[in-house]
């Protein structure tokens, strides 16, 4: 069993950033696609962006040019660089993975993902 764990989230101004990383548990973690997803409170949770275990990244239209996501596979570690940050991103963050062979498609979705973090609050201020 996978275990996922997110730190980094936070209170921030608008415009300014923040880090979140996700560290997995096990020795799967370089074959692993993570997805990053959010989840406002009366929302559903969305995705945020994805890397494919061959670091093929996807990004959500609403934070292209503002995040990045990326692995460190040595350290069995998913990071979200979040830049440029708004009150709209305000949400908690759940990192995911999953070790099944998935469609683009698939991996936008929270049924593309079988393991799931705890989640982390990020709360941009205005």
């Known amino acids: 069993q996978v275990q996922l764990v997110e730190s980094g989230g936070g209170l921030v101004q608008a415009g300014g950033s923040l880090r979140l990383s996700c560290a997995a548990s096990?020795?799967?973690?370089?074959?692993?696609?993570m997805g990053w997803f959010r989840q406002a409170p009366g929302k559903e949770r969305d995705i945020v962006a994805h890397?494919?275990?061959?670091?093929?990244?996807n990004y959500a239209d609403s934070v292209k040019g503002r995040f990045t996501i990326s692995r460190d596979n040595a350290k069995n570690t998913v990071y979200l660089q979040m830049s440029e940050l708004k009150p709209e991103d305000t949400a908690v963050y759940y990192c995911?993975?999953?070790?099944?062979?998935?469609?683009?498609?698939?991996?936008?979705?929270?049924?593309?993902?079988?393991?799931w973090g705890q989640g982390t609050q990020v709360t941009v201020s205005s």
């Open positions: 890397i494919t275990s061959g670091g093929r990244t």
């Open positions: 096990g020795r799967t973690f370089n074959r692993q696609h």
């Open positions: 995911a993975g999953t070790l099944v062979s998935s469609t683009l498609q698939a991996l936008g979705r929270t049924t593309g993902y079988d393991y």
